[in-house]
């Protein structure tokens, strides 16, 4: 997959998509990504990207000239454009598994008081928000966002069972896990989880996932 970001502030970028399983990604050739500064795209002596919005109020608005001429220079006929702002559907692991579907993606982080209504209504596929708050500009979204659309794409997990057993891959939390010693300290792993019974297995993870669910998220039930 191909993600291109746009952003203002390339240099948060650094460091978090260069671990882990982003960073493995990235230097297996699963992942093609590229982070590119919003204020190349504006070409007067100041670089300026944004100015006050019409008939006043606070704040400044992102500018549409340089995001045109970004998404005009970065995305294809394929290219799936998504902006990143608080009034955009939340996202979710239902939606990081439509976006792995993509061949490319164009993550357009908002900052100020958000982009012109014109780069919503011409340009944009999609707007997400990771949810009811709101954080100074859209490169932490663009960050989980593609954390969890990498961790999707075939090859990226070294276990290809571990993105279909986790939390809300089936709309339910994930069942609660356990490793050795068996006993510590007092507390004992669950006896059906020692039994080697497969079926017992998974209807007991079923169960627990249901009922930490509906204890913890009732929302999701």
């Given at each position: 997959m191909k993600i291109d970001v746009l952003t203002l502030f390339p240099a948060m970028f650094a460091g978090p998509l260069?671990?882990?399983?982003?960073?493995?990604?990235?230097?297996?050739?699963?992942?093609?990504?590229r982070v590119?500064?919003?204020r190349d795209y504006a070409h007067d002596r100041h670089r300026t990207v944004d100015d006050r919005p019409f008939g006043g109020g606070p704040g400044m608005l992102l500018k549409p000239e340089p995001?045109?001429?970004?998404?005009?220079?970065?995305?294809?006929?394929?290219?799936?454009i998504v902006?990143?702002?608080?009034?955009?559907?939340?996202?979710?692991?239902?939606?990081?598994?439509?976006?792995?579907?993509?061949?490319?993606?164009?993550?357009?982080?908002?900052?100020?008081?958000?982009?012109d209504e014109r780069v919503r209504e011409q340009l944009a596929d999609d707007e997400l928000s990771i949810g009811d708050y709101?954080?100074?500009?859209?490169?932490?979204p663009a960050m989980v966002i593609?954390?969890?659309?990498?961790?999707?794409?075939?090859g990226v997990?070294?276990?290809?069972?571990?993105?279909?057993?986790?939390?809300?891959s089936h709309g339910l939390l994930e069942y609660p896990q356990y490793t050795r010693p068996a006993d510590f300290r007092g507390m004992k792993v669950p006896d059906v989880l020692l039994s080697g019974d497969h079926a017992e297995i998974a209807r007991w993870r079923g169960e627990?996932?249901?009922?930490?669910?509906?204890?913890?998220?009732p929302d999701l039930l």
């Open positions: 260069d671990e882990s399983i982003i960073k493995r990604a990235r230097e297996s050739g699963l992942l093609d990504l590119h500064n919003l995001i045109f001429e970004a998404v005009e220079n970065l995305a294809s006929e394929s290219t799936r902006l990143l702002s608080p009034s955009g559907r939340t996202f979710n692991q239902a939606i990081a598994g439509e976006l792995a579907e993509s061949k490319e993606l164009l993550l357009i982080s908002g900052h100020y008081e958000g982009f709101v954080l100074t500009n859209g490169a932490l593609i954390d969890a659309v990498t961790r999707l794409l075939p997990l070294g276990d290809e069972e571990s993105a279909h057993e986790e939390s809300f627990q996932a249901r009922l930490r669910t509906s204890e913890r998220r």
